[in-house]
């Protein structure tokens, strides 16, 4: 019965120190993850002292992406009314060259009434410049009857003179006369 006992205590102890050499086992597992577990903690603490550090110039990032975000909105309302504009001013455009078109249309037609007109004038002219040619001879004409019967008048006045003569010339000689024209 000792045997057994010793037996007995000889498995519990080979069992507490099997037991022991697992726990130990598992002691130096827990250890060494706790050890590796406190260094990733601790460079994850070293990160976040880092993070912490760059968070505000992260900020200041923030803040001017934001800036820059509201300035791109703005920008990009500006563009839509610009575009907007460019549109108004293409039909603008579109309906100024109609009225050019038809500007040119117009001045085509004035032209060509113009050419008519010219035509028409010059020939007026060529007729106006036969009549006024014509009104010079005939004012010409009528200086040379005008003088002609000035020196009709002057005739007539000169013959009536020498008629006056004759009569008292005739009278004088014959008493009163009567003479006939």
């Known amino acids: 019965m000792r045997n057994i006992a010793i037996i007995v205590l000889s498995v519990v102890l080979a069992a507490a120190i099997i037991s022991g050499l697992i726990l130990y086992q598992r002691h130096l597992d827990t250890k060494n993850s706790l ?3 406190e260094k990733s903690l601790s460079e994850l603490n070293e990160k976040v002292t880092q993070l912490n550090k760059e968070t505000p110039a992260l900020q200041d990032q923030i803040r001017i992406n934001a800036k820059r ?3 791109l909105k703005s920008a990009k ?3 839509s ?3 907007n504009a460019i549109k108004m001013k293409d039909q603008r455009l579109s309906e100024f060259n109609k009225k050019i078109h038809t ?3 117009d001045v085509e037609e004035e032209r060509k009434a113009n050419e008519a007109l010219r035509a028409e004038l010059s ?3 060529s ?3 036969d009549l006024q040619e014509k009104l010079q001879g005939s004012q010409s004409h009528i200086r040379y009857l005008e003088e002609e019967v000035a020196k009709g008048h002057n005739k007539i ?3 009536q003179g020498q008629l006056i003569d004759v009569k008292v010339f005739s009278r004088d000689q014959r008493g009163p006369a009567k003479i006939h024209i």
């Open 103 to 105: 500007s040119e249309k």
């Open 81 to 83: 009314k610009l575009e």
């Open 35 to 37: 050890l590796i577990s």
């Open 157 to 159: 006045q000169e013959f």
């Open 69 to 71: 975000l509201m300035e």
């Open 123 to 125: 020939s007026k002219d």
């Open 127 to 129: 007729i106006m410049t």
């Open 77 to 79: 309302e500006y563009i």
